[in-house]
């Protein structure tokens, strides 16, 4: 029987050979539940061909995150979420050494303290290099941690390889992993860093495609309330001196609760109900209150 052939492409619902005469680039086309446009296919699938780590930035809720899942779905294969803090240090995504346990064990007479590699813990980095299959490692908001953050992952992401120091054991990746970074855009990155990465920016998403993405998240809902909260959702985007716009992830939330307290549109546009999941900042209330006195905001 002919093997099966290797290159593959995923049409939404299911893998189907593509093209059969030409190599292997991977067509990254969002999926049921993750909408793309162009651009970000062609960023992610210039990433995937390079293997280079893809670097996406955009403000909250654009949708970073949702796409390493996507891409993950996609290539059928998992996720290895690291999300940073800003007291990540790039060795904790290697593996850290667990001397806490190891004192433990040897003052009550537990576990084999004799070997160290019974306390090497491997990090999210550590665990998508001994992956036996490509997996897909997602760096998520690497603008949190400090400059040098970025810039102490080059070595290993180049090389996709790293030695535990205290073992002499080295850890290879038997498959690169699609490495995906996101970026709030809280700091600037470093050049070195850039340079290795695949970048795209992510557009805070028009009306069009907003209304496109609460219909993923809603399917069944009154599109007459759907257009309204997304008109009235923009228009507070809008409002002067607002302090923290809500993003897209609040807009789906107000709409769960819309739905949920079975507001119709009457209601909606009477009351605006539920502000407090789309404002989070009392200036920000301050700001609406007096945009509607000045007559700069109707509901
Ligand atoms: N392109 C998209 N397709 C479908 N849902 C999206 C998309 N972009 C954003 N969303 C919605 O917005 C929410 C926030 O996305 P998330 O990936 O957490 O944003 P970010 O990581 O950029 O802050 C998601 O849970 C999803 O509901
Ligand atoms: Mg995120």
Redesign the pocket.
Known sequence: MPAPPECVRFDRTRWVPYPPNVTDFFRFQ?TA????NDALEAAVNAALALERPLLIR?E????????AEAIAESLGTELIHWPVKSTTRAQDGLYVYDTVQRLYDSRFGEGDVKDIRHYIRLGPLGRAFSSQKRIVLLI?EVDKADLEFPNDLLHELDRMRFVIAETGDEVVAAKRPVVVV?S?NEKELPDAFLRRCVFHF?DF?DQELMKR?VK??HPNIDRALVDQAVVTFYRLRELPRLRKRP???EL?DWISVLRRANVGTERFIKELPFLGVLLKKEQDIDALVAAKKSGGFRN
């Open positions: 969002g539940s993750y909408l793309t955009g909250p809720g654009t949708g970073k995150t949702l796409l998520d996101t709030n992510i998403p993405i993923v998240h993003s897209t992830s789906i």
